[in-house]
């Protein structure tokens, strides 16, 4: 007598977007992730000998590959799998992840996160007014500001960790000609291009371009001393490659507009959350950004995040890195109970 196939636990998810860019957030149908930390966690879902590219296989990984990978999910896709805080100080802890595994920050998302928790009542909020949605993730901990008028969420200011330069004008050689390179650290290694230093600009024509030229810098600079994090392997090697262009100034300072090439060639639809905390570090380091001006970040798909910098309040946290804040805004796109029928020959899905 054959033994009937295993049934799984349907997955529960609302689903968001932050401008533009998808964050699927896992709200029940989970596995145990061991860890006493959300880093500890993060690794335990990475897996021994795996990276943050090339998970291991396991009961939890599994739910990210039925969640992003077709037919459930495409190759866009991004999401988090909500965990404990690391203490009490948090709300909530998050696991980010991707088509290719999972990143140790992710700005688009803590603002999602942020709009969720008040929306769903997790987190008190006024009628009028702002409410901190404080979350722990894999870089540190960060905050959402929520900010409401009359009942409704009507924007999201993302702090980020400290973000610190690490490198300037490393130069790597491309098909397209050799880029010169700056490497940050704002949660996760960004390395910033000018797009037209390869003979590219950042609109769609040119995204399989700069698909290819991302692709290429991330390769290359593996190895490099800059991309490397004093906390350990979690948060070291390139994150993203930032593909941007420079705009005319605002009255209130930089315009740019980046293509952000992650994983393995994912293109961000936003402008980039945490890239926008490196972008700001390095125009800081120029002298175009100071204390009281804004960065207007621009992504492919049109929509904005502003950028500012703010003031250090003690003697240790300029050696850290820069505060920085991101403000956009997130909408609800969907609650999803996905299944996964055990005589399903395709499993968890596939990725084209």
Not at 143 to 166: E, K, L, Y
Not at 338 to 347: A, E, I
Request: hydrophobic share 35%; net charge negative; charged share 20%.
């Amino acid at each position: 007598m054959t033994a009937e196939p295993a049934a799984h636990p349907p997955v529960r998810t609302t689903d968001y977007h932050t401008a533009g860019e998808p964050f699927r957030i896992v709200t029940a149908g989970l596995p145990p992730v061991p860890g006493d930390t959300v880093a500890e966690r993060c690794a335990t879902a990475i897996g021994p000998g795996g990276s943050g590219t090339a998970p291991r296989r396991g009961a939890l990984d599994d739910v990210r590959r039925l969640l992003v990978q077709e037919p459930r999910g495409h190759a866009g896709m991004y999401g988090g799998f909500v965990v404990p805080p690391d203490d009490d100080g948090a709300h909530f802890g998050v696991l980010f992840w991707h088509k290719d595994g999972y990143s140790t920050a992710c700005g688009h998302g803590t603002m999602a996160l942020g709009a969720w928790a008040v929306d769903s009542g997790l987190v008190a909020a006024p009628h009028d007014g702002d409410a901190r949605v404080r979350i722990d993730v894999p870089s540190g901990r960060v905050t959402a500001t929520v900010h409401r008028a009359a009942g409704r969420t009507t924007g999201i200011t993302f702090r980020n960790v400290p973000a610190r330069v690490t490198a300037r004008k490393v130069p790597v050689a491309t098909s397209f000609g050799v880029a010169e390179v700056d490497l940050a650290h704002a949660g996760a290694c960004y390395a910033s291009v000018a797009a037209r230093d390869l003979g590219l600009g950042t609109g769609r024509d040119a995204l399989p371009a700069l698909v290819r030229a991302g692709q290429e810098i991330r390769s290359a600079l593996a190895a490099h001393p800059g991309t490397w994090h004093p906390d350990g392997p979690l948060l070291s090697g390139v994150y993203g490659v930032i593909l941007y262009e420079e705009l005319p100034d605002t009255p209130f300072g930089p315009h740019q507009r980046n293509v952000t090439v992650f994983g393995d060639g994912q293109i961000d639809r936003s402008p980039c959350g945490s890239g926008t905390s490196a972008r700001l570090a390095l125009l800081a380091e120029d002298g175009r950004l100071g204390a009281h001006g804004d960065l207007l970040h621009e992504s492919v798909t049109g929509t904005v995040f502003t950028g500012r910098i703010l003031p250090s309040t003690g003697p240790g946290e300029a050696s850290d890195g820069l505060v920085t804040e991101v403000t956009g805004t997130a909408h609800r796109t969907g609650e999803h109970t996905f299944v996964r029928d055990p005589y399903d020959v395709l499993g968890t899905g596939f990725a084209l």
